[in-house]
């Protein structure tokens, strides 16, 4: 989350965490589903579409030598059919 002076200023806000628990807190009870903030069958549909590129990105994350791991042959193809 992007943190912004009205956050310090009016909320009275330090940390992103603390701007989340303010929202968190001051919900209405009839509001406080996930559903009603995000779509989940459009992020689980989306994401499935990519699930092999981020499996892979994940893969690659704790490689010391992420370059020669990416440009593996078991890496290329998968990667570049999604970017």
Do not use: A
């Not at 009839?30 to 459009?42: A, D």
């Amino acid at each position: 989350m992007k943190y912004i002076g009205f956050y310090k200023d009016v909320l009275g806000c330090e940390e992103n965490d603390q701007v989340f628990d303010h929202i968190i807190s001051t919900l209405k009870p009839s509001n406080r589903l996930w559903s009603y903030f995000v779509n989940w069958e459009k992020v689980f549909r989306n994401t499935k579409e990519i699930e092999l590129s981020l499996n892979t990105l994940n893969y690659l994350v704790g490689k010391e030598d992420f370059d020669d791991e990416y440009n593996g042959p078991h890496n290329s193809d998968t990667m570049l059919r999604y970017w």
